[in-house]
Structures are given as C-alpha cells and as structure tokens.
C-alpha cells in the first residue's frame, strides 16, 4: 500500500486547519455502493494492534485488520484538478469501479 506524499500533506493541512486531534487518517472500505464494496476515510485517535500503519512525512495512514485485505495494493492520494480537491484511491486489485470512484467490486 502506497501513501503518497501530496495525501500526507494534505492530512497534516487539515489537521492543522480543523485543529483536529487526531493521531492518524484511517481508510476502510465497507459494504455498500453501486458496486459491492464502499471506500471511507476519518481520522483517528485510537490505533489497533492489529491495524496496518503507513507512514509518510510524519502522517500515519491507518487501515483495520480486515480493509487491508482489499487495500494491500492500493495508491492513496491527493490531487486538486478543475473538477476540484480530494483524495483518491487507485486500487489494481479492484475489477470494477462506478463513475465517482468511490465503489468498486473485487
């Protein structure tokens, strides 16, 4: 699993920013979608032992025992474009995804 720098920097902006507490930006994917299989994002205080940490420039990047499953291969990023600013997530190991990106099938 890749964390990207420009993902990494924008967690430590928005931490900064939103003077959130938190110690980490946990990814997850969960049922649901137009395709099977949903992707999420929060941030976090509390890290498992069995969770999976990647850190990049001091960012942590967390994902439970059971997401890494379907995130072992996946690029975690940021980008800004004239469609607008989010993180994005490109996952080789996913079959099919919707239009938005944000639901695919394994």
Not at 16 to 37: I, M, N, P, S
Not at 62 to 89: C, N, P, Q, W
């Amino acid at each position: 699993m890749i964390f990207t720098e420009n993902a990494a920097e924008r967690v430590k902006e928005i931490i900064t920013e939103e003077k959130e507490d938190a110690k980490a930006l946990r990814v997850f994917v969960q049922g649901g979608g137009c395709h099977g299989f949903s992707y999420g994002f929060g941030f976090e205080n509390d890290i498992a032992g069995d969770d999976t940490v990647i850190e990049t420039n001091d960012v942590k990047l967390v994902v439970d025992s059971m997401s890494i499953m379907y995130l072992a291969e996946a690029t975690i990023d940021f980008v800004r474009s004239l469609e607008g600013e989010r993180f994005t997530i490109d996952n080789p190991s996913s079959r099919t995804s919707c239009g938005c990106g944000s639901s695919f099938s394994m």
